[in-house]
């Protein structure tokens, strides 16, 4: 399914960060969201006719992932204190530049990713805002890095996870907008599951009116997260995504499970 075309028909989707699971059971989503660690067949995952894309943050990177040690120094930033372990780039830097361009993305394409899924593009204009003249140009960087993708592999689906500051400026680049979080997230502390409130949704989205006023619409993949053993509550947030005109999976606070939407 491609989503520009169909960005008015239902999309039946999922993010899968784990390991292994049953080929089969993914083959029947038209859009599937996988790590690069997936140990699976990407072919078999596809032989439904769906598209597999990749997870590549672009805003920062694992300090465990095999790709840091080939990083210049200089390009790595402090580290994310939501995520210990994981350091903030410099997407104005060339070595970062080169390595997403020139290692990462063919390295996914031989794999048999068909699209990307890019995360971690709110870090670059967040940086800059809170130091606009150290990390002057990250914005602009960021939509030059996700433009030169785009113009690269002109073949591949991107997809962006939130980045709605730069969002105006990548509409017209990429395929679809995942919005997480959107109604729901994980309680804090990682304890349980909380809705979000009134006007944190009402603000999210009002930064995903120019994925809405696009001819045609963006589509807007929804993501939120919920226990699976509450399925009334589940229902619940499809039923209000689907009322929004998106396109919704609810999903484990991990990733790494598979849940289905029970009809």
């Avoid at 993914?26 to 597999?52: E, W």
């Avoid at 390295?107 to 003249?133: C, K, R, S």
């Amino acid at each position: 399914m491609e989503l520009r075309a169909a960005a008015q028909k239902p999309i039946r989707w999922l993010a899968f960060y784990g390991a292994t699971a049953e080929e089969e059971v993914l083959a029947t989503y038209d859009l599937v969201v996988l790590d690069p660690g997936f140990q699976g067949s990407l072919n078999l995952v596809a032989g439904g006719g769906g598209r597999v894309c990749g997870y590549l943050s672009l805003g920062e990177i694992r300090m465990s992932d095999p790709y840091a040690a080939q990083l210049d120094p200089a390009a790595l930033l402090p580290e994310n204190p939501e995520w210990p372990g994981t350091r903030r780039v410099d997407v104005r830097h060339p070595a970062w530049q080169s390595l997403t361009l020139d290692v990462r993305i063919p390295a996914l394409a031989a794999q048999g990713f068909t699209g990307l899924m890019f995360d971690a593009l709110d870090a670059p204009p967040y940086l800059e805002q809170q130091d606009p003249v150290r990390n002057c140009g990250m914005r602009a960087a960021a939509i030059e890095l996700v433009a030169s993708i785009r113009a690269r592999w002109p073949e591949m689906m991107l997809i962006m996870n939130r980045g709605y500051a730069l969002l105006p400026d990548l509409v017209g680049q990429i395929d679809a907008v995942i919005a997480e979080s959107l109604m729901t997230s994980p309680g804090p502390r990682g304890e349980g599951f909380t809705w979000v409130d009134r006007h944190e949704l009402d603000l999210q989205l009002t930064l995903l009116q120019p994925a809405m006023r696009r001819d045609p619409p963006l589509p807007i993949l929804s993501l939120d997260y919920w226990n699976p053993d509450d399925p009334s509550t589940i229902a619940e947030i499809y039923r209000r995504e689907r009322e929004l005109g998106h396109h919704p999976y609810v999903a484990t606070r991990s990733l790494d499970v598979i849940v289905p939407e029970r009809r």
